[in-house]
Structure formats: C-alpha cells, structure tokens
C-alpha cells in the first residue's frame, strides 16, 4: 500500500477565489508540507481556515499534513469536511480512502475508491488501492481485476504487473505470476526481481526436474521434452531447450511448433541464421503460420535482410496482428532502405489505423 500522497492537482484552481492573506498562508502551508515540516504546515493552515472556514483547499491540506505525521483519524474528518465544500476535490477522496486503509477500516477504503473510480475511471491509484484490499482479503478474481484495469491505465508503471503476480501467485497460477514478475523486471522493478529469485526460479528447476524423471522413465516422452524445453528457456538455459526439442523433432519432424520454439531459442542465442531456417522449416509445413512469417522478419532485420523481412511482413498484413503495428514495422523497415515514399505510406496506414506514436515519424520523414 502507498502512502500518503501530495496530490495538488487542483491546487491553483481552488485558491483564486480566495483572499490574498489567505491564499498566502496556503501557499505557505503547502511549501511546508511538501518540505516535511508538518507541523508548521498546520499552523498556518488552520490561520488560513480561521480567515475563511469555507476554504476547501486549507481543510484538504490540513489533511495532507494530518496523515503525513499519521493522525489518519484527524486527516479523515479534514478531508471529509474539504469533500463537503468541493466535491471534486477527487485527491481528497483518494486520501481519505488511504487513511482508511492505515486505519485499517477496509470497507470505508473500499467504498472511497469505487466511489473514485466511479467519478474517474483512469485514476490509477484508486485501482491499485482497491485491489490491494480485495487482495487482503482473498478476492484474487477482483484483485486480479483492478490490478489489470491499472495496467490498462498506466502502462508505463511496474507496480500494478507486481502486485498482480503476487496475486497469481497466492491463488496458485505460479507460471501466470512470474510472467508478470518478469514484464515488472522489464521496467526495472527490483522487488519484482526478488521475487523471481525467491519462488519462479525454484518453481521452474522443481518441473525440470520433474520431467527429468519423467524421460528418464520414457526417453521418447515428447510432452516431457516440450515442457523441459519451455522451464529451460524461462531459465534462460537456451541450450538446453534446444537440446530437448531437437529431440521432439527427431521424433516427429513435422512439428512445426517445436521448429517454431527452436527458431525462438537460436533467436536469443542471436544465431539467426539457425533461427531463420527454423522459421522457414515451420512455414513449410504450415504455410499459414503467422507467428514464423513475423519472427522471420525479425530475424532478417538482424542480419539486414531488409527485402526479406519486408516480404514476410507483407505476406501477413491483413492476417495476423493489428494492422497499425504491422505497417509501422513494415515502414520502418523501407526506411532502412532510404525508401521514404512507401515508408510513409506506411506510416499514413498506420495512423489512420489508429497508430497515434508514428505522428513523429511522418513529422521528421514525410513531406
């Protein structure tokens, strides 16, 4: 759970109503509190609520400076009494709900961040603070809800991928929880790392083990090699997942997937050739595998197959993955090849597709 936070998103359209020595004494006030010096802050506050009872901003600020030396109880009934004066004071009602939280009166929390999230459904905040709550108390479902809804939100931020694989986790999907473990690694996430370390490590060498003994018992158990390589490469062992589905393939060399899958490992090996060939190895034997075309031109971009990866692209525009994203990749792959006039046709594809990041690109290359 968060702490308090200093919101001020309404700071300046609340205090031009006010008198100049009131509106001094809240600037004062704010500075303090944002300075850590809380005590001061309520000092001149509370002169600025004197000078005008019906000061919205002061009472929110008292709150504010209330909760930071963690008189939550104080900071409620401050908040409350902001809320009544402005309703759309929306920082107070998200402060409110974390005073609660402290307090640990969970369903007035509760209560404060879907009446928030009913007012605005993109404040992140109140979602994660939500689903910590359902979290608590074992609503993994709800939990997993809220969580995700604040991915959508804020996609920039690991936080809600950590919470939501600690949530995975408790309700037993490990494999779902470390995923998220590993996107909120992505991103720099440290205490998702120890995580990864704590339980998704010895969870994978348990199921290696595992299928281990399982070959050991059937040396021509494909499942058990197609599942050993998957724990391998989450292990970052590539080799080894090479190893084993080579072995899938010796004994059905027409599955593509296990090509698809060695294509994936020689990948990260960055031997792309391997990967190439692989790829094409799928696309054979299942001419409609969108994922091989597209992985393919990933690998020729490696290696600066240019017209390659342009034809793979062009060979799956219209069957699989969003339209935008495909002829953004496809233009800029023309531009390695100076070819500004289709990569701007591209570019112009995509955006009316919906692509708002290519505006840039078209700004800088198209005339």
């Not at 006010?18 to 506050?45: H, N, P």
């Not at 590993?182 to 969870?203: F, L, S, V």
């Not at 054979?284 to 034809?311: C, L, Q």
Request: positive net charge.
């Amino acid at each position: 759970m968060k702490k308090i936070i200093l919101l001020n998103l309404f700071y300046y359209i609340l205090t031009l109503g006010f008198t100049q020595t009131s509106r001094q004494l809240v600037d004062s006030g704010y500075v303090k509190i944002k300075s850590g010096k809380f005590d001061e802050a309520i000092s001149l506050l509370n002169k600025a609520v004197e000078l005008n009872p019906d000061n919205a901003n002061a009472l929110y600020y008292l709150g504010l400076a209330y909760a930071n030396t963690g008189n939550y109880n104080q900071a409620i009934v401050y908040f409350t009494n902001a809320l009544k004066l402005d309703s759309n004071l929306h920082d107070a009602l998200y402060n409110r709900a974390a005073s609660y939280y402290y307090l640990e009166k969970y369903q007035k929390a509760v209560e404060d961040y879907t009446t928030l999230i009913h007012i605005d459904s993109l404040f992140y905040s109140a979602y994660i603070g939500r689903g910590n709550i359902f979290a608590k108390y074992k609503k993994f479902k709800d939990a997993v809800k809220d969580y995700t809804k604040a991915i959508k939100v804020n996609p920039a931020s690991s936080e809600p991928y950590r919470f939501r694989g600690a949530v995975y986790y408790n309700a037993g999907y490990t494999d779902n929880a470390c995923s998220d473990w590993d996107h909120a690694i992505t991103m720099g996430d440290k205490e998702a790392e120890n995580y990864r370390i704590k339980y998704c490590i010895p969870y994978y060498n348990g199921l290696i083990e595992k299928n281990t003994k399982l070959i050991s018992l059937n040396s021509n158990d494909t499942n058990a090699y197609i599942d050993r390589s998957f724990f391998y490469a989450y292990l970052k062992q590539y080799n080894n997942a090479i190893t084993d589905l080579s072995k899938v393939i010796e004994l059905y060399p027409k599955d593509t997937l296990a090509y698809y899958n060695r294509g994936v490992m020689y990948g990260y090996l960055k031997n792309y050739k391997k990967a190439i060939e692989d790829y094409s190895k799928a696309i054979n034997i299942f001419p409609a595998y969108s994922e091989a075309y597209y992985n393919r031109s990933e690998a020729y971009t490696a290696i600066n197959s240019y017209d390659k990866a342009i034809g793979d692209i062009t060979t799956i525009i219209g069957k699989s993955k969003s339209e935008y994203e495909l002829y953004k990749k496809r233009g800029l792959l023309y531009l390695k090849k100076n070819d500004k006039i289709k990569a701007c046709e591209d570019f112009r594809k995509a955006l009316e597709a919906g692509d708002r990041s290519v505006t840039d690109l078209i700004k800088l290359n198209c005339k």
